[in-house]
């Protein structure tokens, strides 16, 4: 089955064919970097992660690149109330970022350019559409020609002769009677007291918001790129922005495909701060949801739909994470290496099918999940009869025919960014993943029963219940270390 992608752009679900076959080019959109992320940014990029490890998975070349807005009103802002600078409010947002993408199992995007350190090629592309008529300069300031680009509104869908009309009889505000049109934008704002601002042909000032993005997207990928991500809040007029300036520019199409996930309600209310439902990535985790329960919760539902966040909704996500941790933990006791399809057994084989043809339509990572429950459901069953310390289910857990499964639980887990918690990875609390496979870590005594029942194993040549319960005790944290003389020592991990 090939990959199909619903392009915003055609508005169809469409097969996926790169610009160059078996490599893929990728630009996101990032953060403005004035404050922490939110859980909006947590769903999107975790969405966008999902793609990018999928189509790794599925034998492509992926290059992708994500930007930092690092130039912005709302940054100067925050400067300002700070009583710091741009730079160093920037510095500090974009360490918290990373931070925060690390603890949700987010890939570091290939490249990763700022606005700031782009100004040679935003001010060529500015150049460069103001000597082909596309856009004019007005008192220090640079707007974009919106009736110079025929296409404008192919990505929204928007008319300009109905929004004019909508706009007739508003009073002009200072900046708008500077402009050829009502829409138009601007690529370069001329300079005011008390702000940071960089020479250019047109005087001092700095580049738009818009402008930022079709220069790195260039600068970084070329003329044309087989992908663009964002948010559902960005076709309009961010991404209907882009489109118009580098199209006038290069003469050629930006992108061929627009994909945009939708938005966070929360407790069916849109998030913002001014509900005082805002809620950052960094507070949500710190008060004890386990990152792998944000990243599982968000795969729930489809990433072009909305996604409301509840207390409900969290808490069930977490009971379905537990036991997904808990099979992870066993599995990843057994092995952690990849899969041989050649090699799997048929319903292991129509398991890994079934899996891809989910994310084949469009990322359908609600179906894909359905699978990773599946193949976990014996793996859990065993963990939790290990826990109540039966020592046939540690046999079990070793035969080869569940450690194939659960090779390829951790192979498609891994797809979708899930891995195993530990109890340090994440609070003590019911959101949070337990020691090892999900539950609690045994006493001494019972380790050293264990240990004793492996040695007996060991001494009857019997080295496949050896194994087991090796195997059994890592699952639960524990590390056998064998010396000389056959003692055996161990340690919690």
């Known amino acids: 089955m090939t990959l199909k992608l619903t392009n915003t752009l055609t508005r169809r679900l469409e097969p996926f064919e790169p610009l160059v076959p078996g490599q893929v080019s990728i630009y996101c959109c990032g953060v403005t970097v004035y404050d922490l992320c939110h859980l909006g940014h947590a769903r999107s990029y975790i969405a966008w992660d999902v793609l990018r490890r999928y189509l790794i998975w599925s034998g492509y070349a992926v290059t992708f690149v994500q930007n930092y807005t690092d130039i912005d009103d709302k940054i100067l802002n925050r400067a300002a109330e700070e009583g710091s600078s741009m730079e160093a409010v920037s510095e500090r947002n974009i360490d918290a970022f990373v931070a925060d993408m690390a603890r949700l199992n987010i890939l570091p995007p290939d490249r990763m350019p700022r606005a700031t350190e782009s100004l040679a090629a935003i001010r060529s592309l500015i150049g460069e559409l103001v000597a082909k008529g596309a856009a004019y300069s007005a008192d220090g300031d640079v707007y974009f020609a919106v009736m110079q680009h025929a296409g404008y509104g192919k990505l929204s869908g928007r008319d300009l002769g109905e929004q004019q009309d909508n706009a007739a009889g508003r009073v002009a505000s200072e ?19 008390g702000e940071p601002s960089w020479e250019s042909p047109w005087g001092p000032g700095r580049p738009g918001w818009h402008i930022e993005c079709s220069a790195m997207v260039r600068e970084e990928l070329g003329d044309t790129i087989d992908i663009h991500l964002g948010g559902a809040d960005l076709v309009f007029p961010h991404h209907e922005n882009e489109i118009a300036q580098s199209e006038a520019a290069s003469g050629q199409e930006l992108a061929r495909y627009w994909l945009h996930n939708g938005m966070v309600n929360v407790g069916g209310q849109k998030m913002s701060k001014s509900l005082g439902n805002f809620t950052t990535i960094r507070a949500l985790l710190d008060s004890g949801v386990s990152p792998m329960t944000l990243r599982l919760f968000t795969l729930q539902a489809h990433y072009r739909k909305p996604l409301d966040f509840t207390a409900e909704a969290l808490e069930a996500a977490a009971t379905g994470w537990k036991g997904l941790n808990a099979a992870l933990g066993l599995a990843a006791s057994g092995a952690a290496i990849a899969t041989d399809p050649a090699g799997l057994a048929p319903e292991l084989a129509a398991a890994r099918q079934r899996f891809a043809a989910a994310m084949d339509d469009d990322l359908n990572t609600s179906a894909a999940l359905a699978v990773l429950f599946e193949l976990a459901k014996p793996l859990r069953a065993l963990a939790n009869r290990i826990e109540r310390g039966d020592g ?35 609070p003590a609390t019911g959101s949070g993943s337990g020691s ?19 040695q007996a194993a060991k001494a009857a040549k019997d080295f496949a219940a050896a194994d087991a319960i090796r195997l059994a005790l890592q699952a639960q944290g524990i590390e056998l270390i064998d010396k000389p003389g056959g003692i055996t020592e161990w340690l919690r991990s």
């Open 175 to 193: 900046e708008e009677a500077r402009k050829q049109h009502p829409f138009d934008f601007a690529l370069w704002k001329g300079s005011k007291p």
């Open 392 to 426: 046939a289910a540690a046999a079990e857990a070793a035969t080869p025919a569940l450690v194939a499964q659960g090779k390829l639980l951790l192979e498609l887990a891994g797809v979708l960014g899930l891995q195993q918690e530990r109890a340090a990875e994440s």
């Open 436 to 454: 090892g496979p999900g539950v609690a870590s045994p006493s001494d005594a019972e380790i050293e029963a264990q240990i004793t029942a492996r």
